[in-house]
């Protein structure tokens, strides 16, 4: 829920199998620094690859130039540490993990982790005993997200979050969509830098 507080609303629609999503979380969080209590960010679950859709060969072409064009470029610009996953999972699972990590008061340590463990230890998203792992290391209760991932709890808010963003017509992550009051003031999509972000949201704070 929106702080009363707030003026607006920045919506992000993100996959943790997606490098630029995790590329864009600490541009996100200089701008929450900047705007403060002006300005409430809302991540939201996006799965490039839903099944039946193929996943991507983890040592093809495409990845490897991507990743040099764009992704290591970037990674070098922003300070980050992404090494190119050896893997390249379903994400739908991670998404339902973070989702439960929400109600626990505990989504931003699982959504900084598995991006974290995707992009830098090739934590394999898709494996519900990786999930496990992962809310434990973080003091959590691994067994809690096991029965709720076995049991699918969470998977309908994740496909809702899918069709949101389809009735806004994103089909590519990351994106955002601005609000005010249920309006929408415009989107931004790709991984932008946090000035352009700041000059985007500035006109409307």
């Known amino acids: 829920m929106t702080p009363p507080q707030a003026t607006l609303t920045l919506i992000v629609w993100s996959d943790y199998v997606c490098p630029f ?44 130039d991507i990743w040099g064009r764009a992704v290591y470029p970037m990674a070098r610009q922003r300070g980050m540490t ?61 067994d809690s997200l096991g029965r709720y991932l ?10 809702a979050d899918q069709e949101d963003a389809h009735r806004w017509g994103i089909s590519g992550v990351p994106a955002m969509l601005l609000l005010r009051d249920g309006e929408a003031l415009g989107t931004v999509q790709g991984a932008q830098p946090r000035e352009h972000l700041i000059q985007a949201i500035d006109r409307f704070v």
């Not at 600490?26 to 690859?49: K, N, T």
Request: proline share 8%.
């Open 150 to 159: 076995a049991e699918g709890r969470y998977r309908e808010a994740v496909l």
């Open 82 to 142: 992404l090494q190119l996953p050896r893997i390249q999972p379903r994400s739908r699972l991670a998404h339902e993990a973070a989702k439960w990590a929400m109600d626990h008061d505990a989504f931003a340590p699982m959504h900084t982790e598995l991006f974290r463990g995707f992009f830098e230890d090739s934590l394999d998203l898709a494996d519900p005993q990786a999930l496990i792992e992962t809310a434990n290391y973080l003091g959590l209760d691994g």
């Open 21 to 64: 999503c995790y590329l864009e979380a600490p541009e996100l969080d200089a701008l929450v620094s900047h705007f403060g209590e002006r300005i409430h960010v809302e991540w939201r679950a996006f799965e490039l690859r839903p099944e039946p859709v193929p996943t991507l060969d983890p040592d093809g072409d495409y990845l490897h």
